[in-house]
T-cell receptor, first 113, second 118 residues
Framework: DQQVKQNSPSLSVQEGRISILNCDYT??????FLWYKKYPAEGPTFLIS?????DKNEDGRFTVFLNKSAKHLSLHIVPSQPGDSAVYFC????????????FGEGTQLTVNP | NAGVMQNPRHLVRRRGQEARLRCSPV?????VYWYRQLPEEGLKFMVY????????ESGMPKERFSAEFPKEGPSILRIQQVVRGDSAAYFC????????????????FGEGSWLTVV
C-alpha cells in the first residue's frame, strides 16, 4: 500500500521557469511533510518541510503548498536552475509513527539550460 | 547531509556472507534511523534507534537483519546470510530530537552504503 505517491516519475523544465512537483497521500494521520533532493550516489538532502497546521511554507526559491482536503502537496521551485536537476522525494510523518518517514517514489527533475 | 558518516560506501558480498554497515550520526544527535532504497523505488523505513535501545523496528525484515546503537561507537546494521534481493542502497539518518510537527526539524541523511550481493 503506497501511502505517499509521486505520480510523475520525471519532469523537464527550462531554466528560469517554474518547476512544480506533486505529491499525493492517503493517510489522514500524516501531520508533517518534507521534501528531499537526491543526486545520484548521494544521500537525500533536506529542502523544506510543512506542518499540517499550515498550507504554505516558503524558503528562498522553494515553496511547499499543502491542501489537506485533497491530501495533496506540491513543491514549487522558481526560478529553476540547472543545478536543481535531481530526484525529488516527498516524505510524510504520521502522528503515531514517531520519526518514521514514508517516502514517495521520487520525481526526476531535469532543468535544461 | 552534513555530519552523518556511513561506511563502507560500497560493499560487495557473496550470497551467504554477512554485511555490516556502520553509521556515525551528527555529533549531538541521539536518534538514528536506517532506510533502504531498492532500485527504482523510494526509501523505505527499516529501524529507529536511540542509544542502546531499538525504538521502532517495524520496517526490518524479521530474519537475518539486526541493528544496534551502542552507548559508545557507531550504529551498526547487520545483514546475515545475504541474498541477491538485499542488494540496495542503505541510508542512515540522524536527528537531535524526535521529529515533530511544530519543531521544524528534520532528519539528516548520510551518503549511503551501496550493498551488492553477487
Amino acid at each position: 500500500d503506497q501511502q505517499v505517491k509521486q505520480n510523475s516519475p520525471s519532469l523537464s523544465v527550462q531554466e528560469g521557469r517554474i518547476s512544480i512537483l506533486n505529491c499525493d497521500y492517503t493517510n489522514s494521520m500524516f501531520d508533517y511533510f518534507l521534501w528531499y533532493k537526491k543526486y545520484p550516489a548521494e544521500g537525500p538532502t533536506f529542502l523544506i518541510s510543512i506542518s499540517s497546521i499550515k498550507d504554505k511554507n516558503e524558503d528562498g526559491r522553494f515553496t511547499v503548498f499543502l491542501n489537506k482536503s485533497a491530501k495533496h502537496l506540491s513543491l514549487h521551485i522558481v526560478p529553476s536552475q540547472p543545478g536543481d536537476s535531481a530526484v525529488y522525494f516527498c516524505a510524510a510523518r504520521g502522528e503515531t509513527s514517531g520519526s518514521r518517514l514514508t517516502f514517495g517514489e521520487g520525481t526526476q527533475l531535469t532543468v535544461n539550460p | 547531509n552534513a555530519g552523518v558518516m556511513q561506511n563502507p560506501r560500497h560493499l560487495v558480498r557473496r550470497r551467504g556472507q554477512e554485511a555490516r554497515l556502520r553509521c556515525s550520526p551528527v555529533k549531538g544527535h541521539s536518534h538514528v534511523y536506517w532506510y533502504r532504497q531498492l532500485p527504482e523505488e523510494g526509501l523505505k523505513f527499516m529501524v529507529y534507534l536511540q542509544k542502546e535501545n531499538i525504538i521502532d523496528e517495524s520496517g526490518m525484515p524479521k530474519e537475518r537483519f539486526s541493528a544496534e546503537f551502542p552507548k559508545e561507537g557507531p550504529s551498526i546494521l547487520r545483514i546475515q546470510q545475504v541474498v541477491r534481493g538485499d542488494s540496495a542502497a542503505y541510508f542512515c539518518a540522524s536527528s537531535r530530537v524526535l521529529l515533530g510537527q511544530r519543531s521544524g526539524n528534520t532528519i539528516y541523511f548520510g551518503e549511503g552504503s551501496w550493498l551488492t550481493v553477487v
